[in-house]
């Protein structure tokens, strides 16, 4: 009994060590300037990452003083948290499996069409009611003042390959107009203003840019949708070790109580 109570004692400390690359990846993610202006996402996986927590503490004090109720209110707790992380981690995968990117010829950044995204991400985010706070926001950040400090000539901005989505979409006119390069955030002369709708939008005003146009929502979508990808490879690999540790925890349970049970017997008591 008490060698499975210690087993479980460490399989609940090392689902609470798990939930620290969670709580991590939660506060990341809403960190990022474009999680910061779009509060739709912000703070699932971090309240998720800390009920982990929360719960293997429970779990470790009842194995430790052991509290067979506490574990079995743990092993329950439990089951549904990663079922429910399980849920996030499948939304997210398929919200942001679409990729509406696309090469643009003599340029090491890609450039980006709202149409290539998920409906829902399209509908929720860029195309809803609050389009306008969030484009406010967008404006507020260092997203775009960034490439003046980065980039001095017009060869080592077109061949830069570290753009982000947010970047390529906002903070310049799509590449089609024909506008010629002065800065990363002021450019003149356009060639082809017939060529997208968004060519007309385009303002070097340092306050207006291109937030106005489709392509920053499309840069929009194109930065969550990355970041995300970047949490659910951390994600993935802590549900897989957290699954393993409950099974185990599980089993060893039943363990515990198939030897109390035999013991009891053995004494009598049954």
């Known amino acids: 009994m008490a060698l499975a109570n210690n ?22 993610l809403a960190s990022k300037p474009d999680n910061e202006c779009v509060n739709l996402l912000r703070w699932p996986v971090v309240v998720l990452g800390v009920l982990i927590l929360l719960v293997s503490a429970c779990g470790f004090i009842g194995a ?14 439990m089951a549904i948290l990663i079922g429910l992380l399980l849920v996030v981690l499948i939304f997210a995968f398929v919200v942001t499996r ?8 003599g340029r090491g950044y890609k450039e980006y069409r709202l149409e290539g995204f998920s409906n829902w991400l399209r509908e929720n985010v860029v195309e809803s009611k609050n389009w306008g706070k969030i484009r406010a926001c967008l404006a507020d950040t260092n997203v775009c003042p960034k490439l003046s400090q980065r980039f001095i000539t017009a060869d080592q901005f ?7 989505p947010l970047q390529s979409g906002c903070c310049k006119p799509p590449t089609a107009c024909g506008y010629n390069f002065v800065n990363p955030t002021l450019w003149q002369n356009p060639t082809n203003m017939a060529a997208d709708a968004d ?17 920053c929502k499309a840069g929009l979508l194109g930065n969550l949708r990355k ?9 993935i690999i802590t549900v897989v070790v957290l699954i393993c540790v409950y099974v185990i925890a599980c089993s060893a349970f039943r ?3 198939t030897e109390d049970l035999f013991r009891k017997y053995k004494q009598g008591w049954v």
């Open 7 to 28: 087993l479980t004692a460490i399989l609940n400390l090392l689902a609470l060590l798990c939930s620290i690359p969670i709580t991590a990846s939660g506060i990341w």
């Open 64 to 77: 430790y003083q052991y509290k067979e109720t506490l574990l079995a209110v743990y092993l329950c707790c």
């Open 158 to 164: 077109f061949s830069s390959s570290s753009i982000t």
């Open 255 to 257: 363990n515990a109580q």
């Open 98 to 105: 679409p990729d509406g990117s696309y090469q643009v010829p």
């Open 199 to 215: 060519c007309y939008l385009w303002n070097n005003d340092q306050s207006q840019l291109c937030f106005n146009c489709k392509s």
């Open 227 to 235: 970041d995300w990808r970047k949490a659910n490879l951390i994600l």
